[in-house]
């Protein structure tokens, strides 16, 4: 059986190295369903999505075809939750409990690892708020990887804000499957 990974993707301008993590994890025998958020999809198709992972797109949250939920339908079977990009928004309402569309409600119902791949402006990042947020997550035992230094959308690289690079994000997910599967033995 496949490890099945739930890859969520928000609007950071970082949204399309979403289709490259995706194309490796699929490539690499994982089952990835997506979730995205609205303003992801103004940066990623949803079809893109799709086509790489070969599972449906979970955008919305009322659009249900069965009468069982597809977020906690991914929730009971899902191995690894992780989210890159996670902007400070998305990070802020998974760490107050705010669950106002598929992803967020998603992220409240799944039990398991998690991964956040954060990616935003260096100030945002810096923010005490956004930190607070991060720290609150970390302690409930939320993993992160990034946010690195590199050129991000306004064009500094000077501070961290930068997603993670692709092969790190893979590699982490890689090990905490890995892990997982340890642990069941």
Not at 54 to 82: E, M, Q, Y
Not at 108 to 137: C, T, Y
Request: charged content about 20%.
């Amino acid at each position: 059986m496949k490890n099945k990974i739930v890859l969520g993707v928000t609007g950071s301008i970082a949204a399309y190295k979403a289709a490259e993590i995706c194309s490796i994890l699929t490539d690499a025998g994982f089952d990835i369903s997506v979730i995205m958020t609205k303003n992801a999809e103004k940066i990623i198709s949803a079809q893109t999505l799709f086509t790489l992972s070969k599972n449906p797109v979970v955008n919305d949250l009322w659009n249900i075809n069965n009468w069982r939920p597809g977020h906690i339908a991914l929730a009971d079977s899902a191995s690894l939750f992780v989210t890159a990009p996670a902007t400070a928004n998305f990070i802020g309402k998974y760490s107050n409990g705010i669950a106002d569309d598929a992803l967020t409600t998603f992220a409240l119902s799944f039990e398991g690892k998690v991964l956040i791949a954060p990616a935003m402006n260096p100030k945002m990042w810096r923010h005490d708020a956004v930190q607070n947020n991060v720290a609150v997550l970390k302690q409930r035992g939320v993993n992160f990887i990034g946010p690195v230094r590199g050129k991000v959308a306004c064009g500094k690289d000077i501070e961290p804000g930068r997603m993670a690079d692709v092969s790190s994000i893979v590699e982490s997910i890689e090990n905490l499957i890995l892990e997982k599967k340890v642990n069941k033995l």
